[in-house]
């Protein structure tokens, strides 16, 4: 069985632009959650999809949103860019939600912005 | 102060050494993580617990809900558990989804 896969792997922006990043859960996997980690803050919960629907969503201002499909793939968007954007984007993915089962991460976008 | 907080934040052994890494929270949880992150960013989820003790190979990881602490074991070290492990944990009462992680505590096993 695949894993979770991310794209891209990696991507340089510049202040003021936006930025969609993209995430394809394990087959059979209905929720999907975004995290960011940046060496100050470590791992932050972003917002976590579930069949289409936004289920839970973190403390970060609304410049960061995201979407789920029908086939479970998931996109999240960041807006104008700001430097303290720049980190790794993590998604992962599990059957049900995020803490009834086990989630299985995917590699992280690194996302730099300049 | 942090909801979760981790130590230590480095440790280094030598291989063959029982390790502990311990995690302490300040909020009520309905669910404890155990996390173990590889150079590089692939993140590898190692352990859910909610009470008692659960066990992997070489690894243990126990809970105690009283005193909102929780630990994680390496028996037998090996250089290829040179990782961070990090620990998460979900607030009681909180939305579903809504992980709180810890900064992570950063191993070396020296061969």
């Known amino acids: 069985k695949a894993g979770v896969t991310q794209t891209p792997r990696y991507l340089i922006k510049t202040r003021g632009q936006q930025v969609t990043l993209s995430c394809s859960p394990i087959?059979?996997?209905?929720?999907v959650s975004w995290y960011q980690q940046t060496p100050g803050q470590g791992l932050q919960f972003l917002f976590e999809?579930?069949?289409?629907?936004?289920?839970n969503k973190g403390n970060f201002p609304g410049r960061f949103s995201g979407r789920q499909f029908s086939n479970s793939r998931s996109e999240m968007n960041v807006s104008t860019l700001e430097l303290g954007d720049s980190a790794l984007y993590l998604c992962a993915s599990s059957l049900d939600g995020a803490m009834a089962d086990t989630q299985y991460f995917g590699p992280g976008t690194r996302l730099t912005v300049l | 102060k942090n909801e979760v907080e981790q130590s230590p934040q480095n440790l280094t052994a030598q291989e063959g050494e029982f390790i502990t890494i311990n995690c302490s929270y300040s909020v009520g949880i309905s669910a404890l993580h155990w996390l173990q992150q590889h150079p590089g960013g692939g993140i590898v989820s190692l352990f859910m617990?909610?009470?008692g003790k659960k066990k992997h190979g070489r690894l243990i990881a126990t809970i105690n809900i009283q005193e909102k602490h929780s630990s994680l074991h390496i028996t037998a070290s090996h250089p290829r558990d040179s990782a961070v492990y990090i620990c998460a944990v979900e607030n009681y009462g909180g939305s579903q989804g809504n992980l709180i992680f810890g900064k992570g505590t950063k191993l070396s096993v020296k061969p």
């Open positions: 087959s059979g996997h209905r929720s």
């Open positions: 999809y579930f069949s289409e629907t936004q289920r």
């Open positions: 617990l909610s009470s």
